[in-house]
């Protein structure tokens, strides 16, 4: 899946580390061999997940590996699962996947955060 510069940029804004801690200490790699049971049935189609942790949310992203003509390795990168891991109950809907729906999702979450920006669900051109 290929993101557009305003994706990439919006996810370099939502990872980005916060400027109150320590760069050597905010960042931290681990590797497990296996997903939480409670919800390992989300993830039932994916060989791979990327766990991504923001504030206290878990995202888990399914990832596939393919490796194109070239011998080349291209990660596909899902829409991902979220988590609250403060316990707050949620009822999963429907379960959306594909770059289509993750631009949604992702404009969705931009016009939350951003939301003086938007007049009626339109982009204001100019902020008075």
């Given at each position: 899946?290929?993101?557009?510069?305003?994706?990439?940029?919006?996810?370099?804004e939502l990872?980005?580390?916060?400027?109150?801690?320590?760069?050597?200490?905010?960042?931290?790699?681990?590797?497990?061999?296996?997903?939480?049971?409670?919800?390992?049935?989300?993830?039932?189609?994916?060989?791979?997940?990327?766990?991504?942790?923001?504030?206290?949310?878990?995202?888990?992203?399914?990832?596939?590996?393919?490796?194109?003509?070239?011998?080349?390795?291209?990660?596909?990168?899902?829409?991902?699962?979220?988590?609250?891991?403060?316990?707050?109950?949620?009822?999963?809907?429907?379960?959306?996947?594909?770059?289509?729906?993750?631009?949604?999702?992702?404009?969705?979450?931009?016009?939350?955060?951003?939301?003086?920006?938007?007049?009626?669900?339109?982009?204001?051109?100019?902020?008075?």
């Amino acid at each position: 899946m290929d993101f557009s510069n305003e994706e990439i940029n919006f996810f370099a804004e939502l990872f980005k580390p916060n400027k109150k801690s320590h760069a050597h200490n905010s960042h931290v790699l681990t590797l497990q061999s296996s997903v939480p049971a409670n919800i390992a049935h989300l993830l039932s189609s994916a060989n791979l997940t990327l766990l991504a942790e923001v504030a206290h949310y878990q995202l888990w992203f399914p990832l596939d590996l393919k490796i194109d003509s070239a011998g080349i390795i291209k990660p596909i990168l899902n829409a991902p699962e979220v988590i609250d891991t403060q316990g707050i109950a949620a009822k999963i809907a429907q379960i959306h996947s594909g770059q289509e729906q993750l631009r949604a999702y992702l404009f969705e979450e931009h016009k939350r955060q951003h939301a003086k920006l938007y007049e009626n669900g339109q982009l204001v051109e100019q902020l008075i």
